[in-house]
């Protein structure tokens, strides 16, 4: 999570006003809040504040998924990713990725 703000794209975010709560499992195993609001972007360590999207994945897999190796729609299908909350507080703005699609190393 501490590589997000550099992929940041703020030009995509725009008008959104989100928090989520990420719970990574497996050997990448961490809890991080992410906030984006007013065009900014905040990750901190722990599970901060109320979130309106708790995302859970195992690290090593989101890191698949962010890899483009793995679609949403299949991750959430074979349970690799899970979803709490509304999926909608991703606005199309940020589901077209306000994070830079450059792959990730492990």
């Known amino acids: 999570m501490a590589g997000a703000p550099l992929g940041f794209q ?3 975010v725009a ?3 989100a928090v989520y709560r990420f719970v990574f499992t497996g050997a990448e195993a961490c809890n991080a809040t992410m906030t984006i609001r007013d065009r900014r972007l905040n990750v901190r360590d722990g599970l901060q504040s109320e979130a309106n999207l708790r995302i859970t994945a ?3 897999k989101w890191i698949t998924f962010l890899n ?3 679609a949403l729609v299949r991750a959430l299908l074979t349970r690799t990713v899970r979803l709490k909350g509304s999926p909608q507080s ?3 703005s940020a589901n077209a ?3 830079d699609s450059a792959p990730l190393a492990d």
């Open 10 to 12: 703020p030009e995509k």
């Open 90 to 92: 991703l606005s199309p």
């Open 58 to 60: 195992d690290g090593a």
């Open 68 to 70: 483009n190796e793995i």
């Open 15 to 17: 008008g959104l006003d």
């Open 97 to 99: 990725s306000c994070l």
